[in-house]
């Protein structure tokens, strides 16, 4: 997973109505709600994930393992695999929210604002790195190893959530915090009672890139001593069984899209009522 | 009426999902060289009966005859070839130039290239907007007010018998919309098109309307005749709500400073001596002469007080700032006379001579005489208004 | 200094094989945005009156991108074996989703009243599509496919663990022969002409804007 990912996270913007939208006067525009959209979403990543569970079944139940695939597809082995492949997608996607969101909300403040676009950019420009190089240049600086790995995710995730944070915080209505301000919150108050829950559903958005992202690239670590999933994969590909190959990389897109699905599920309930 | 250009035969419109037409049974004519107006508060169903007649919206019901022939079924493009089409947001085509947006028609209908150029240069003319500075300009460097002129242009492009116009001057701040009507109604007096004009402003639809339909729910026809007999006489209780108070300054909206023969009150060049202002101060009826520079444009009023001292005429008396054109309406005057402090108007023409003044009186007298006219003319036909039964 | 020295030595000393597999990255974007572009505009045109269709091949798109790059290209293992074909399936699908919503966005953002007004003047559907929607949609488009052609540079990277070449070569060259002379500069030498490629993809893409767009929008 690259670059790009984090497309994703940009709230999609609608046409300005500049036509009168008077109702009665209008002919009926094929228009859709942003619920049947959400729906829509909801419903296609399970089917995929079902098609997936299918191929994945039928591939496992109709061959027959030969000594090589029964041990690379060992079931101690893959729920060790899977037990890495989770813990390093979760720690690094804390570590990116602790890390990104303070860092969003700091730069968002009229005192470090000056510096924003710099940083954003500075940033941005390390995502032209490929997920593959940045790993691997990550291994020749900390060394082998789960940490490692960590770390590289954590630099390569950040991104989308600091920008997600920076756009959610600016985008909060101007009037509604000066509404705030006068009633007499102080500027910690705006940002916790006002600000924060407002920006949260585009944060989500971020932490949902994230997250993905993340998934992605904790298939890769094994290149750099840190186990998970990826290594299945690639043991299959050094021995040449395909079946296990596939097998393996069914795993690994069947968590990827299980995860999409609670993350998904999560924007959809964390998101405060009202927005 | 039998010279209708258009008719819309019992035309209805329900929008799929609703059971309530937007517009039911309307059977409206839209005579050949007139401006009708069709007027009437919001949701009334208006901008839908525009685009019903170049079937924007697909008709449910009825038939719109065009020019003698039945244009209900017939390719809707072409239909919309023939006719002119101004909106509000004038949707001016950004990435193409001026002369290109108003080539978009002739384009399609296949003119020659050089017929096309020189009518970019003769409509860019007559919208007032000079040809060899905005033909290559982009809708971006134009004012709200010159896009809706190329708007206009835009639409008049391959010469379309019929202008359909929704509320095209309603984005439009309230002195530019001024002289966009004015312009328009000049324009209108040499094309002769037949227009169909949305708005919901009533003032707007007295002044440029030959005549006005006034709409209620579902396009219904609360009243359909000329401004003056719509402001004489409403026909029922819904018209006169919607014209609303002041009908009779409404009524000012009807005429022109050119339909009214200003009072000759003597003036005097600036240079002139003395004696030739006492002089002219004799004759004046008013007690009050006008000073004019060398153009003849009106300066300042002087009285005799003035002349009495040495002092040049130009600077002398008061300073003339109600000054109407000869385009403007009565009302227009009415309200600079108000503003002024002599309570009247010294009237210029086309090229801002002097022509003469109004004062309050003289409108006043105008109006009854028009209202006067508009009762003898009925009582004459044994008129009856329309009767609408509101349901 | 000894390091950039050697590094530099090393591109010298490379400079066939960089140029090579250069080529075959570049031939991955190139073929990527060309296949993903055409299917991707084709599905936005084709849907822009059709919201739930449109929905869907947006939702579909996206899931795509959520699917960790080395799975899906081993999935397409037992369709094509190794080589070029599944990295370009893959990155295909993962190109489809920027371009698709560009698509979207920028043809449903064109100004309505534009709309209304060609229409009124008579232009077909078709004809608005091609004379107005289109062109003035354009940057939109463009933008997400340039967003696609840096997506595929930095994934195609990965290309290398199946077999399928590319820059991405010298990186898993490097890592297998790390601790031995020029390991660490073949992981450099990858990654930072991943990147310059990305960067003169970059450069040709604000090119191609500046002369595509019309006048009157830029």
Redesign the interface.
């Known amino acids: 997973m690259s670059t790009a990912t984090d497309t994703k996270a940009a709230p999609e913007e609608t046409a300005s109505e500049e036509i009168a939208p008077r109702a009665e006067e209008q002919e009926v525009v094929p228009a859709i709600d942003e619920n049947l959209q959400a729906r829509i979403g909801l419903m296609i990543t399970p089917a995929f994930f079902l098609l997936l569970l299918i191929g994945l079944v039928y591939a496992w139940t109709t061959t027959e393992f030969d000594p090589t695939t029964a041990r690379i597809l060992g079931f101690e082995g893959l729920v060790d695999k899977f037990g890495e492949h989770l813990f390093i997608t979760f720690w690094s996607t804390v570590f990116v929210v602790g890390i990104a969101i303070p860092l969003g909300i700091a730069l968002t403040r009229p005192r470090l604002r000056g510096i924003a676009p710099l940083v954003v950019t500075f940033a941005s420009s390390g995502q032209a790195i490929p997920a593959y190089g940045l790993i691997v240049l990550f291994l020749v600086l900390l060394g082998q190893g789960t940490r490692t790995a960590i770390a590289a995710l954590t630099v390569f995730a950040l991104i989308p959530v600091l920008r997600n944070t920076m756009v959610g915080l600016d985008q909060v209505d101007k009037p509604t915090i000066e509404a705030a301000r006068g009633m007499g919150l102080s500027k910690w108050q705006v940002l916790r009672q006002i600000e924060l829950p407002l920006a949260v559903p585009v944060i989500l958005a971020g932490v949902r890139t994230a997250l993905i992202i993340n998934v992605g690239m904790a298939a890769l670590v094994f290149l750099i001593g840190g186990g998970a999933l990826g290594e299945t994969i690639n043991s299959a590909l050094k021995l040449n069984r395909p079946v296990a190959v596939f097998i393996g990389g069914a795993l690994v897109a069947l968590l990827a899209l299980a995860i999409d699905f609670i993350a998904a599920l999560a924007e959809r309930y964390l998101r405060p009522k009202g927005i | 009426m039998t010279d209708a250009l258009i008719h819309l035969e019992n035309v209805s419109k329900t929008y799929p999902g609703t059971s309530v037409p937007a517009v039911a049974e309307l059977d409206l004519r839209i005579p050949k060289g007139d401006v009708l107006v069709l007027v009437g508060p919001s949701g009334c169903g208006k901008s839908t009966t525009l685009r019903l007649i170049n079937r924007m919206i697909e008709p449910t019901g009825g038939r719109i005859i065009f020019d003698g022939e039945d244009v209900t079924e017939v390719n809707a493009d072409n239909l919309r070839r023939r006719m002119g089409y101004v909106i509000q947001q004038i949707g001016l085509f950004p990435h193409r130039t001026i002369a290109e947006n108003i080539s978009t028609v002739p384009n399609l209908l296949g003119w020659k290239s050089d017929r096309i150029s020189s009518r970019i240069d003769e409509l860019l003319d007559m919208v007032g907007m000079d040809p060899s500075i905005y033909r290559n300009r982009y809708p971006k460097e134009l004012s709200g007010g010159q896009a809706q002129r190329v708007g206009v242009a835009r639409a008049l492009s391959a010469d379309p018998e019929v202008m359909l116009m929704d509320e095209p001057f309603g984005a439009i701040d309230p002195i530019t919309r001024d002289r966009l009507q004015n312009e328009f109604l000049r324009l209108q007096e040499e094309l002769q098109k037949t227009i169909v004009f949305v708005t919901h402003d009533i003032d707007e639809a007295i002044k440029m309307g030959d005549r006005i339909a006034i709409l209620r729910q579902q396009s219904q026809i609360a009243q359909y005749d000329t401004p003056e007999a719509i402001l004489a006489q409403p026909a029922n209780d819904f018209v006169s709500d919607f014209l609303g108070k002041g009908a009779i300054i409404k009524g000012l909206n009807l005429k022109r400073m050119s339909d009214i023969e200003p009072d000759r009150i003597p003036a005097v060049r600036q240079d002139a001596s003395p004696d030739e202002a006492r002089r002219a101060l004799d004759e004046s009826s008013d007690g009050r002469i006008l000073v004019l520079d060398e153009q003849d444009r009106p300066l300042r009023w002087i009285d005799r007080s003035a002349v009495e001292g040495d002092q040049p005429l130009a600077n002398s008396g008061y300073e003339v700032t109600a000054v109407v054109e000869p385009d403007d309406t009565l009302r227009d005057s009415l309200e600079l006379m108000l503003q002024s402090t002599a309570s009247s108007a010294c009237c210029i023409d086309d090229d801002g001579r002097y022509r003469g003044v109004v004062r309050i009186e003289d409108l006043t007298r105008f109006l009854a005489a028009m209202q006067q006219a508009e009762r003898e003319r009925r009582a004459e036909s044994d008129y009856e208004p329309e009767q609408v039964t509101l349901s | 200094m000894d390091g950039l020295v050697s590094f530099f030595e090393y591109i010298v000393d490379q400079i066939d094989d960089i140029i090579e597999l250069g080529i075959e990255h570049a031939i991955y974007i190139l073929s990527v945005i060309v296949c993903g572009g055409i299917v991707s505009i084709g599905l936005g045109i084709w849907t822009r ?4 269709a ?3 091949a947006l ?2 798109a ?2 795509f ?11 397409f ?2 369709i094509f074996g190794l080589g070029f074909w599944p990295p370009f399936v893959a990155l295909f699908m993962y190109s489809l ?2 371009i698709l ?1 560009n698509t979207v ?1 920028g043809l ?17 559907s078709r ?1 608005v599509l091609w004379q ?1 929607q289109m ?2 949609a354009w940057p939109v488009i463009l933008t997400g496919i340039r ?2 052609a ?2 595929t ?3 195609a ?2 290309a ?3 077999a399928g070449g590319g820059l ?1 070569d010298f ?1 898993k060259e ?2 297998t022969r ?1 601790g031995l002379p020029n390991g ?1 500069e073949a ?2 030498t ?2 930072v002409f ?2 310059l490629l ?2 003169l993809f970059d450069a040709a893409f604000v090119l191609l804007r500046r002369l595509t767009t ?4 830029r």
């Open positions: 009156n059709q919201p739930i449109r929905e869907v939702a579909v996206s899931v991108l959520t699917l960790p790059s080395l799975a899906l290209f081993v999935l293992i037992p989703l920027p919503r966005t449903a953002e064109v100004n309505p009243a534009v709309m209304e007004s060609a229409k009124g003047m008579g232009l077909s004809q107005v062109p003035l967003v696609s840096l997506l540079a930095g994934i990277a990965i290398t663990l199946v991405g990186i490097g890592l790390l660490v992981i450099w990858g990654t991943i990147v990305a960067l019309p006048a009157g929008i």
